[in-house]
C-alpha cells in the first residue's frame, strides 16, 4: 500500500497549486483520505478530508473557502485544490487514508504518502 502525494512547488502569495495523492497496491474506493501539513518547526495540523465516495468534506476553519478536496476513485486519486495561497501555508503536504469515516485525527489514519513541498512566497 502507497500513496504518492505530488503537485507541490514555489508559488507566489495569492496564486494556485493543486496536489494529488495517489494509491498504488490497494483502491482508495472504500477509504476516506484527509490531507495534512508540517511547517518548519511546527506540530502536522489537519487540512482536509473527504469521504470515501466523495459525498462528505471537512476542512480546517484556516483554509475553508481557499481549499478544496475533491477526489476521483476511477483514478484512485484524491486532489487539494489551494487557492489564494498565503505564506503561512508553506509546509509539507501529506495525504493519508483510512478505511472509514474520514478525521481530522493523524493519529486515525493508516497509511500515509510521503509528502510534498510547498513554499509560498511573499
Known amino acids: 500500500v502507497q500513496l504518492q502525494a505530488s503537485g507541490g512547488g514555489l508559488v507566489q502569495a495569492g496564486g494556485s497549486l493543486r496536489l494529488s495523492c495517489v494509491a498504488s497496491?490497494?483502491?482508495?474506493?472504500?477509504?476516506?483520505v484527509g490531507w495534512f501539513r508540517q511547517a518548519p518547526g511546527k506540530e502536522r495540523e489537519f487540512v482536509a478530508a473527504?469521504?470515501?465516495?466523495?459525498?462528505?468534506?471537512y476542512y480546517a476553519d484556516s483554509m475553508k473557502g481557499r481549499f478544496a478536496i475533491s477526489r476521483d476513485n476511477t483514478k484512485n486519486a484524491v486532489y487539494l485544490q489551494m487557492n489564494s495561497l498565503k505564506p503561512e501555508d508553506t509546509a509539507v503536504y501529506y495525504c493519508?487514508?483510512?478505511?472509514?469515516?474520514?478525521?481530522?485525527?493523524?493519529?486515525?489514519?493508516?497509511?500515509w504518502g510521503q509528502g510534498t513541498l510547498v513554499t509560498v512566497s511573499s
Open positions: 473527504i469521504s470515501w465516495n466523495g459525498g462528505s468534506t
Open positions: 497496491g490497494h483502491s482508495f474506493t472504500s477509504s476516506a
Open positions: 493519508a487514508s483510512r478505511v472509514g469515516y474520514y478525521s481530522d485525527q493523524g493519529v486515525e489514519y493508516d497509511y
